[in-house]
């Protein structure tokens, strides 16, 4: 089998390159190192079935191999990431989207699109599933990834529709473990990465507003189910476990055996109050629901951070 993984540098994207070498795939790693980095696929560059393309797939490219899935992960992902690029996110979730249908089309191949949650919004349902059409503000600074994402959706599914394309979508909730950025803006590695540093754990907002999280291996498994399934609608991958953002930082904080303070700034504009997955679609369609506890999985988290450290 030959996969084509786009955003294939970036942090989940390097994960799934790396499931899939030890699947026993071929695997085309595509990134153009906006964000992601190529320390994340430095252990896969001799295997013998890896290639690393670097290509910006907002141009039209072909590929020559025969090719079976295409998983679509490029795109800014953190809010520092999309909020420096709102352009280029906007663009890879349109026109880079297409570009990868049109080569799923072109060889037959299964295409996966990683959606998100925050195709939610700040959700006026809870739990969400896959029915609800969520509560996103179009011109507000977090929309270039949200409406990219919908957008997303939207063609992706036109595609199957009109070419009978084998279409699969995954609405992916806060996914955390090694090889995420530092300071990519999201709670866990802000969090640890403050705390390994001892300095001051920063919460915005007053830390009730919850998030559901997903250890990256029950991700990647929820990931490769879905594709190997039959159903073309989005389903969401993610840990059903809700947990307040204080909470989230005080474990950590006790984790890392750390005393710091933890201060409090304004809450960024749409930030979502509440976000966990109702996962009854994966467990009924995919057989699959998450196995990693969050202290298991942090601990992981936490050790990778301490051995790949980056400067305060």
Wanted: hydrophobic share 35%.
């Amino acid at each position: 089998m030959n996969c084509i993984v786009t955003g294939g540098a970036g942090f989940i994207g390097s994960h799934l390159c790396e499931f899939l070498l030890q699947k026993g795939y071929s695997v085309v790693c595509i990134d153009n190192l906006i964000t992601g980095s190529l320390k994340n696929i430095e252990h896969l560059k001799n295997a013998q079935n890896f290639t690393f393309l670097k290509q910006d797939i907002i141009q039209e490219f072909s590929i020559k191999q025969n090719v079976d899935m295409v998983f679509h992960f490029a795109s800014p992902a953190s809010p520092v990431d999309y909020y420096k690029y709102p352009l280029d996110t906007l663009r890879v979730g349109s026109i880079g989207t297409e570009n990868m249908l049109k080569i799923a089309q072109a060889h037959h191949a299964r295409f996966l699109l990683a959606s998100t949650s925050e195709v939610y919004g700040d959700p006026k349902v809870h739990p969400q599933n896959e029915e609800y059409w969520g509560n996103v503000n179009p011109i507000g600074l977090r929309s270039v990834y949200d409406e990219a994402k919908r957008y997303a959706e939207a063609i992706t599914m036109a595609y199957h529709r009109k070419y009978d394309l084998p279409t699969r979508i995954a609405r992916i909730f806060n996914t955390y473990g090694p090889r995420m950025q530092h300071y990519d803006g999201r709670a866990v590695p802000n969090f640890i990465t403050q705390v390994l540093h001892d300095k001051p754990i920063t919460i915005y907002g007053d830390g009730s507003q919850t998030r559901s999280f997903c250890y990256i291996t029950d991700e990647i498994q929820g990931l490769f189910s879905l594709i190997q399934s039959d159903y073309e609608y989005p389903v969401n991958i993610g840990n059903p476990e809700e947990y307040t953002i204080l909470k989230l930082a005080t474990l950590i904080r006790e984790l890392c055996q750390s005393s710091s303070e933890i201060i409090y700034e304004a809450l960024p504009v749409d930030d979502p109050k509440c976000r966990r997955p109702d996962i009854s679609k994966a467990k009924k369609i995919l057989g699959w629901e998450p196995t990693v506890g969050i202290i298991e999985g942090l601990t992981k988290t936490i050790d990778w951070f301490k051995n790949n450290p980056v400067k305060a």
